[in-house]
């Protein structure tokens, strides 16, 4: 498994294994294939933390010891970002490392073998991405692969410790509904040490989440905030130049490297040309960090509204002054200079539109 943690929840693993949990159990891992003068490591993922490595010799490794009982470990060769994971039930594990299969109890096999083809309909999917003239229906059957492969681990293992090798991976595929959902109804992997944790780190994060959103959501009912910034030519303009003078105006946060931004334009341009001669324009606030990619992605992406910048990326004052931590963002204000709604994305600005445009 290509280690998927450090994108999903940049958080310091530091929990301490459950006391319930903590009863020990022997481990051997044969290796083969493997590259000699490389050194194999055995890591824990509770802790992150190396428990046990050995230097390749002749293609071969092994290694022998201690560790808690049903413990998640992993096996990475040094230069490597795939890990052979298996739980540590006390049977012996042999790892192949050139087709990073692996051979032992009939758990960890199975573990072994989502773990392949999981990555693999993964990799088919991010490599359809990049095909050029493929169609919205080929990707979305490529998409469509993944999640019901994760589907599958999820839904085939509520007997078993399985899905708690993938819990992080599950939340970002299936989202957080079929994870609290199986907590709740008490699945076999949601009592697994390494699934608490994630899980634990998860609720957490989406509590951060939750809280950003609520500080956001304070500028709703407050007049705007003015700033100052250029335009594509290096004119100087203030906020107030557009803002509060007879005209809805929605202030658009985006930046020309943003995919979601780049998602989300299509809606912001249906809704510009259709409620642009009834009073509304849009002034968009680039977190570019150069001028050349943001002007061309207003040309590429059909923006013909008002556009200004610092070039300064995240330290631009639009991300100070309104307490930008994401993008897409935007601010909806009314006629008179107070904000009325925020975030609004996809057909949810066309929406609000036509309520408040009459």
Partial sequence: MVDMKKNLIPAVL???????????????????????????????????????????????FTLKGQATENALLAVQQDGSTWQNLFFNDGKPVTVNLEDNSLSGSALNEKLTAYDLESNRVYEEAIAATAVEGISEEELQKKIDKVQECYESILTDNQDNIIPAAFVDALYNMLGPDKINEAFTAGAAFTKHPYAVQIKEQIDAMEARQKAAEEAKQKVVGQPFIDLEEADVN???????????????????FWASWCGPCEREMPFVVEAYNKFHKKGFDIVGLSFDNSKEPWVAAIKDWNMPWIHLSDIKGWQTVASKTYGVNSIPDNLLIDPQGIIVARGLRGKALEAKLEEVIK
């Fill in 234 to 252: 290096g004119k100087m303009h203030k906020l107030s130049e557009y803002v509060g003078k007879g005209k809805w105006v929605l202030v658009d």
């Fill in 14 to 60: 530091a929990l301490v294994c459950m006391a319930a949990c903590s009863q020990p159990g022997s481990y051997t891992v044969n290796g083969k294939n493997a590259t000699d003068g490389k050194t194999v490591y055995l890591i824990d993922k509770i802790s992150g933390e190396t428990i046990d490595s050995t230097v390749v010799s002749g293609g071969t």
